[in-house]
């Protein structure tokens, strides 16, 4: 996919959008925030963090944190703030924040929307926009009810819309594929009214800042890809570099 986009001219050779953009990403569970981060962090050279896969690596690693992580995401509830938010600051001060950086899946509050300014304001740097995905929710559910994702790396595929070449066999790393413990439809719907209380309103918390961008979510995974960029382009037109 990644190759895909860089071949299209939109892509190819452009240094408009340059390599130090500070991105968070929002939106409904299976919005589609993990296939654009994973891509565009390839694209915008400049490294990307999921909280969610952080926690799952926990989850199957059996630490201490994974086991207490586990309880909230198989119930479709937020991890402890304290918890998600000391990965994400150690991950910044490793020289993330400095570098450039996307994040899929934090903030997913207002209070974690605060800590995270807080911490890159020590930082000295600052977000350049919130990218909010914008999908309906019976097309989140088309989403997730074909969702793969890879063992080993942590790709994502879908049995319809970006089936792997070979069956339940990761494209990029060979590893096995299957579906997620917390894509079952309980569960799914439990973290859609999460999603609800306590996500949404970190989209106000943005949109005050100037610094909410509203993408829409629908169409195939390149042309949302497009749009991010395109969108971010004007954004950051003589702001970032
Ligand atoms: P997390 O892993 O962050 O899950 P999520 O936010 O619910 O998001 P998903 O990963 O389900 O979806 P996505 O938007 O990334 O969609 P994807 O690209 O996979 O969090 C899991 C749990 O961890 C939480 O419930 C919580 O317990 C905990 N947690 C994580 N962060 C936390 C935090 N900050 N604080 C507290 N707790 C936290 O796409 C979905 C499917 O659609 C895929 O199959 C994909 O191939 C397909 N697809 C993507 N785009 C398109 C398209 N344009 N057209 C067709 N199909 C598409």
């Given at each position: 996919?990644?190759?895909?986009?860089?071949?299209?001219?939109?892509?190819?050779?452009d240094t408009s959008l340059v390599s130090r953009v500070r991105l968070v990403?929002?939106?409904?569970?299976?919005?589609?925030?993990?296939?654009?981060?994973?891509?565009l962090?390839?694209i915008l050279n400049v490294?990307?963090?999921?909280?969610?896969?952080?926690?799952?690596?926990?989850?199957?690693?059996?630490?201490?944190?994974?086991?207490?992580?586990?309880?909230?995401?198989?119930?479709?509830?937020?991890?402890?703030?304290?918890?998600?938010?000391?990965?994400?600051?150690?991950?910044?001060?490793?020289?993330?924040a400095k570098r450039g950086f996307i994040?899929?899946?934090?903030?997913?509050?207002?209070?974690?929307?605060?800590?995270?300014?807080?911490?890159l304001?020590?930082e000295g740097v600052e977000l350049t926009a919130a990218v909010?995905?914008?999908?309906?929710?019976?097309?989140?559910?088309?989403?997730?009810?074909?969702?793969?994702?890879?063992?080993?790396?942590?790709?994502?595929?879908?049995?319809?819309?970006?089936?792997?070449?070979?069956?339940?066999?990761?494209?990029?790393?060979?590893?096995?594929?299957?579906?997620?413990?917390?894509?079952?439809?309980?569960?799914?719907?439990?973290?859609?009214?999460?999603?609800?209380?306590?996500?949404?309103?970190?989209?106000?918390?943005?949109?005050?800042?100037r610094k909410?961008l509203?993408?829409?979510?629908?169409?195939?995974?390149?042309?949302?890809?497009?749009?991010i960029i395109e969108e971010l382009r004007e954004m950051t037109r003589g702001r970032v570099g």
């Amino acid at each position: 996919m990644t190759e895909e986009l860089l071949e299209e001219k939109h892509l190819k050779g452009d240094t408009s959008l340059v390599s130090r953009v500070r991105l968070v990403f929002l939106g409904p569970p299976g919005a589609g925030k993990g296939t654009q981060v994973k891509t565009l962090s390839k694209i915008l050279n400049v490294p990307s963090m999921s909280t969610g896969d952080v926690l799952r690596s926990e989850v199957a690693s059996g630490s201490e944190l994974g086991r207490l992580a586990k309880n909230y995401m198989d119930r479709g509830e937020l991890v402890p703030d304290d918890v998600v938010i000391k990965i994400v600051e150690k991950w910044l001060r490793e020289g993330n924040a400095k570098r450039g950086f996307i994040l899929d899946g934090f903030p997913r509050n207002l209070r974690q929307a605060r800590e995270l300014d807080e911490i890159l304001k020590r930082e000295g740097v600052e977000l350049t926009a919130a990218v909010y995905l914008d999908v309906p929710e019976d097309e989140i559910v088309r989403r997730l009810s074909g969702r793969l994702s890879c063992k080993r790396c942590g790709a994502v595929y879908h049995i319809q819309f970006n089936p792997p070449k070979e069956d339940l066999k990761c494209d990029a790393c060979g590893g096995e594929l299957y579906q997620r413990e917390d894509d079952r439809e309980e569960v799914v719907r439990q973290r859609f009214r999460v999603y609800v209380e306590s996500t949404r309103p970190v989209l106000d918390y943005y949109r005050d800042a100037r610094k909410l961008l509203v993408i829409n979510g629908l169409g195939t995974i390149a042309e949302v890809n497009k749009r991010i960029i395109e969108e971010l382009r004007e954004m950051t037109r003589g702001r970032v570099g």
